[in-house]
């Protein structure tokens, strides 16, 4: 009888439906699963906004030093939090489908203003602690006041409608997938070509040891290959920057029907610098991050 695999992962409501679909998706390959909850930085320091917090991979160390130590066989990460740099002895054995990549912005139903780009009404309050959201949001209204907003999905909704805010952004893809009842609020949901989404969005990825080869072989079963194509370059785009979860940069990287790939980029010095976007196709995607990072310098 093969072991049972430990599954690493957070404790926030949406990290644990990402560990059980995975659970979930392991069974279905005849794998038995149990979850492991590991507290990270990012978890205990809630007071700071992002760019405050010390170092990349403020949602991901803890749980990556349990995998080295070997307290648990696989991680399961939101790839979006996940450095492009693996550390010593780990890898990405495999990712998830992609869910909706989209940002959405969720409004007070009394402050929604409809002759407003955005809907946002003039000076509106918006929380968001990525410097990517806000270098977007203030390159289509200069106007807004952004705050930095912090803790799990349900709470940064609760903190909108308890007045803190006029609106939020938050990923489709972790409103989806809690199935939140939002309709007192009004959702806005962007176009990924538009309002760049962080490389990486809305897919799971799943980190092991790389000398672990059965997990490694276990993984490669749930593990959707078309997927990583796109999320490579993307990721590709951020290496090749040097940057992290902290540059207020988006990429996103689609394969149309005839196998083409279409690259957008938004990126900004600083969250408040103006913004510079790109949109590069080609028909393969060798060299497609490499292109980007020459047409953004």
């Given at each position: 009888m093969s072991k049972t695999i430990r599954i690493g992962t957070r404790g926030s409501k949406l990290a644990l439906w990402q560990a059980n679909y995975t659970k979930d998706l392991l069974a279905a390959v005849d794998v038995e699963a149990e979850l492991v909850i590991i507290k990270t930085q990012g978890?205990?320091?809630?007071?700071?906004?992002?760019?405050?917090?010390?170092?990349?991979?403020?949602?991901?160390?803890?749980?990556?030093?349990?995998?080295?130590?070997?307290?648990?066989?696989?991680?399961?990460?939101?790839?979006?939090?996940?450095?492009?740099?693996?550390?010593?002895?780990?890898v990405i054995g495999g990712v998830s489908y992609r869910a909706n990549p989209s940002d959405s912005l969720l409004i007070v139903k009394d402050k929604i203003?409809?002759?407003?780009?955005?809907?946002?009404?003039?000076?509106?309050?918006?929380?968001?602690?990525?410097?990517?959201?806000?270098?977007?949001?203030?390159?289509?209204?200069?106007?807004i006041e952004l705050k930095d907003i912090r803790g799990n999905v349900p709470t940064r909704i609760q903190k909108l409608r308890n007045g803190d805010f006029d609106a939020i952004l938050l990923a489709a893809a972790g409103l989806e997938r809690l199935e939140i009842d939002i309709a007192d609020l009004e959702c806005i949901q962007f176009n990924p070509k538009e309002f760049v989404p962080a490389p990486a969005q809305g897919v799971l990825a799943w980190q092991c040891c790389k000398e672990d080869i059965p997990t490694r072989k276990?993984?490669?079963?749930?593990?959707?290959?078309?997927?990583?194509?796109?999320?490579?370059?993307?990721?590709?785009?951020?290496?090749?920057?040097?940057?992290?979860?902290?540059?207020?940069?988006?990429?996103?990287c689609m394969q149309d029907a005839q196998g083409n790939y279409h690259l957008w980029v938004a990126k900004a010095e600083q969250w408040d610098s103006p913004l510079t976007t790109i949109r590069l196709s080609s028909s393969t995607k060798f060299g497609l991050a490499e292109q980007a990072l020459e047409k953004l310098s």
């Open positions: 978890d205990k320091i809630q007071h700071l906004g992002f760019d405050k917090l010390e170092g990349k991979g403020f949602f991901t160390k803890e749980i990556e030093d349990a995998l080295l130590r070997g307290d648990i066989d696989m991680a399961v990460h939101s790839m979006k939090d996940l450095p492009t740099e693996q550390p010593e002895g780990l203003a409809h002759d407003k780009i955005l809907r946002l009404p003039k000076n509106a309050i918006v929380g968001t602690s990525s410097a990517r959201r806000k270098a977007q949001l203030l390159h289509f209204r200069n106007d276990i993984i490669q079963k749930i593990h959707h290959p078309e997927v990583s194509t796109c999320t490579n370059v993307e990721r590709k785009v951020l290496q090749l920057l040097e940057g992290g979860c902290h540059m207020p940069m988006g990429a996103y």
